[in-house]
C-alpha cells in the first residue's frame, strides 16, 4: 500500500490473445460415432473439422481430433479413454457446433445429432485487487481449446464462440487467487456479456481509501479509511513515519473497532515534542488489516 503523506505546514498529500490449437488431421479417421452433423441446409456437414477436449480442461490441446465423413458422421482417429468430454465441430463457413459432457466408455464417444450454426462472442472484465494490475490473470472456455488474455482494464473478448453452454474461468499463477468461474450460454449472431469476474482473493485484502485531515489548532492528525469486508479481518494496524527516517514505518495505533484514528503530533502530551511553527514536518501514515 502507498503512504499517506501530509506537510504540517500548509498543504495535505494523499498516498487498481485469443487463441485456438488445433491437431491435425489424416487420412486414416476410423471410430465413426452413430450420431450426424448436418449443414444448416440439411446436407452433411462433409469435412467439418472435429476437437475433442476434455471436459473442464484448462488446457487448449485437444486429446483428439477427425472430420465428419460424407454421411455427416463424426469420424475420429481413434477414440478418446473412458471419461468425460466436450466436442468442438467447425466448418470453413465459421459455422460451428459445441456439444459438452459428453462419456466415452474407451471404445465410442457417445455424440448428439446436431447442425452446424453461426457463432457467438462473448466479452466481460476481470477485476483484482487495487495493489495488481488485471493483466496478471488470464480467461479460458474450460474444455473449448480458447483462452484470452486481459487488457490493461481487465477486459477480454472471444469471437467465433460456439454456440451452448460453457464455462468461463478467470485464472492467475499469483497465489493469494483462486480460479474463478462464470456459467455461459451462447446464441448465434450475439453477443454474451459474463460481466464483472471478481478473481477470488484468499490473501488480506488491502485497505482502501486511507485518508489524513491536519488540525492546526488541537495539533492533531486523524487518519480514516475504508472497513475491509471480509470476515477474518479482526482490526486495522496504524503505522507512520517521518521525513527524518523516511524508509522506516513503525505502529503508532491498532485499532480493533472503527475506521479512523487521531495522533496528537505536538504540544505537551504530542508524539513529536513542541510545536514547529518554523518548520516543515512531513509525516505519512500506512494502514493495515490484520487477523
Known amino acids: 500500500m502507498k503512504p499517506r503523506t501530509f506537510l504540517l505546514s500548509l498543504s495535505l498529500f494523499l498516498w487498481g490473445c485469443d487463441s485456438t490449437n488445433s491437431t491435425a488431421g489424416t487420412n486414416d479417421e476410423t471410430t465413426t460415432t452413430l450420431a450426424t452433423i448436418l449443414r444448416p441446409d440439411g446436407r452433411p456437414a462433409a469435412g467439418a473439422r472435429v476437437l475433442v477436449y476434455a471436459a473442464g480442461d484448462t488446457q487448449t490441446t485437444p486429446v483428439g481430433s477427425g472430420r465428419v465423413d460424407e454421411q455427416g458422421r463424426v469420424a475420429l482417429v481413434s477414440a478418446p479413454k473412458a471419461g468425460w468430454y466436450n466436442l468442438l465441430v467447425k466448418d470453413d463457413s465459421g459455422r460451428a457446433v459445441f456439444e459438452d459432457s459428453l462419456v466415452s466408455d474407451g471404445h465410442r464417444l457417445a455424440v448428439l445429432n446436431d447442425t452446424l450454426r453461426r457463432t457467438a462472442r462473448v466479452t466481460g472484465r ?25 487488457d490493461d482494464s481487465g477486459r477480454f473478448v472471444f469471437d467465433s464462440v460456439p454456440a451452448g453452454r460453457m464455462t468461463l474461468a478467470a485464472l492467475t499463477l499469483v497465489a493469494q487467487y483462486t480460479p474463478t468461474f462464470r456459467a455461459v450460454h451462447t446464441t448465434p449472431d450475439s453477443t454474451f456479456d459474463a460481466g464483472v469476474i471478481s478473481l477470488v482473493y484468499t ?19 486523524t487518519v480514516t479509511w475504508n472497513a475491509v469486508s471480509d470476515s477474518l479481518v479482526t482490526g486495522y494496524t496504524v503505522y507512520r513515519t517521518t521525513q527524518t527516517n523516511p524508509g522506516t514505518f513503525s505502529p503508532v495505533a491498532y485499532v480493533d473497532a472503527g475506521t479512523s484514528w487521531t495522533d496528537t503530533l505536538f504540544g505537551a502530551n504530542g508524539s513529536l515534542g513542541k510545536p514547529m511553527d518554523s518548520v516543515q514536518v512531513t509525516v505519512r501514515y500506512q494502514v493495515v488489516a490484520g487477523t
Not at 476481470?126 to 479460458?140: E, L, S
Not at 490473501?203 to 492528525?221: F, H, L
Open 126 to 150: 476481470v477485476q483484482v485487487q487495487p495493489q495488481d494490475k488485471p493483466t496478471i490473470a488470464w480467461v479460458q472456455l474450460l474444455g473449448a481449446g480458447r483462452y484470452s488474455n486481459l
Open 203 to 221: 490473501g488480506i485484502p488491502q485497505v482502501q481509501k486511507v485518508s489524513v485531515r491536519w488540525d492546526s489548532v488541537a495539533n492533531t492528525a
